[in-house]
């Protein structure tokens, strides 16, 4: 039977939430009225308090007052991003860019915003753009590696990866397990079993409490064929994360390997009344078709002994 081995990327880069504060000079206005740039910081707090909406009514009102405002449109990029309205968020960072050609930060936002509407090579060019103007910003080659992945390019990728991990603190453990685990995932496309999985480890020592990392493990034991590997994996991606359907249903996968059939039944049924709770209705016939094809094969041994 062949195996149900699932990988799941981890979560896009971090959104660089670093603002300029001080605009090109506005036009000189009365006292008792709001400047431009007091609108673009009043943006800029909505965004940090997460109200988006708001935020790009202040941006709104500071462009009105200065319709050449690069960093305005810049910043309500970001608001529009977090909104996932990216045509938006593309054409105000567009605009930003022809207003300052310098601003790395808005070829990073349209970057993103490109790569979550699956235009790789948009995202690609805007990375590469903001690499040029700041070689030292490593969201920008944590990005650049997603993007190549996406489209099959894990070689690349993995160089990017390397250059992200070379510009982050070594205190920033979080995300150097985010990278570890998604350089993982690309050593992973390429067969390299033993890289994976040493990125995963590394992964899992930075942020014990991920399940993801545990989850791609498993997934590399299983490729690898170690399947008790893949049963200690899985079975602390259940502690971590008791509802994670896919976790069962690998975790019954390799149960089957090792000859422990009523466990890798047992977890196969959990999997399927998940993903049936959860209206997964391609998920819920995938578990409920493995089952069926299990239990028939476990059947046949017994016959067969």
Not at 184 to 198: D, I, S
Not at 246 to 267: E, P, S, T, W
Request: charged letters at 15%; hydrophobic letters at 45%.
């Amino acid at each position: 039977m062949s195996y149900f081995w699932r990988l799941f990327l981890s979560a896009i880069a971090a959104l660089t939430l670093t603002f300029w504060t001080q605009a090109a000079d506005a036009s000189p206005l009365a006292n008792s009225q709001t400047t431009a740039s007091e609108f673009l910081q009043l943006g800029v707090n909505k965004i940090i308090q997460s109200n988006y909406s708001e935020a790009i009514a202040d941006f709104n009102q500071a462009i009105e007052l200065q319709s050449d405002f690069a960093q305005a449109y810049s910043d309500r990029c970001v608001a529009y991003l977090q909104l996932q309205q990216y045509h938006q968020a593309i054409a105000d960072c567009t605009l930003a860019i022809n207003l300052s050609p310098e601003n790395p930060q808005a070829y990073l936002h349209r970057g993103l915003a490109n790569y979550r509407q699956k235009d790789y090579p948009a995202a690609i060019a805007d990375y590469q753009r903001a690499i040029a103007l700041k070689p030292d910003e490593f969201r920008a080659y944590y990005n650049l590696a997603l993007a190549y992945a996406a489209t099959g390019n894990y070689s690349e990728a993995i160089a990017d990866y390397n250059l992200a991990l070379s510009q982050i603190p070594a205190s920033a453990n979080l995300l150097l397990a985010d990278i570890y685990n998604d350089r993982g995932l690309a050593q992973l496309e390429l067969q390299n079993f033993e890289g994976a999985m040493a990125d995963f480890t590394l992964a899992i020592h930075l942020d014990a409490d991920d399940d993801r990392a545990y989850f791609n493990r498993g997934c590399a034991c299983g490729r690898k064929g170690d399947n008790f590997g893949a049963l200690r994996d899985f079975s602390q991606v259940i502690r971590l994360n008791p509802s994670h359907g896919m976790a069962y249903v690998n975790r019954g996968v390799a149960r089957y390997q090792l000859g422990y059939y009523q466990g890798a039944i047992a977890d196969l049924q959990k999997a399927s009344n998940f993903f049936g709770n959860q209206g997964e209705k391609l998920a819920y016939q995938k578990a409920l078709d493995l089952l069926s094809t299990m239990q028939k094969q476990i059947l046949a041994i017994s016959e067969f002994a």
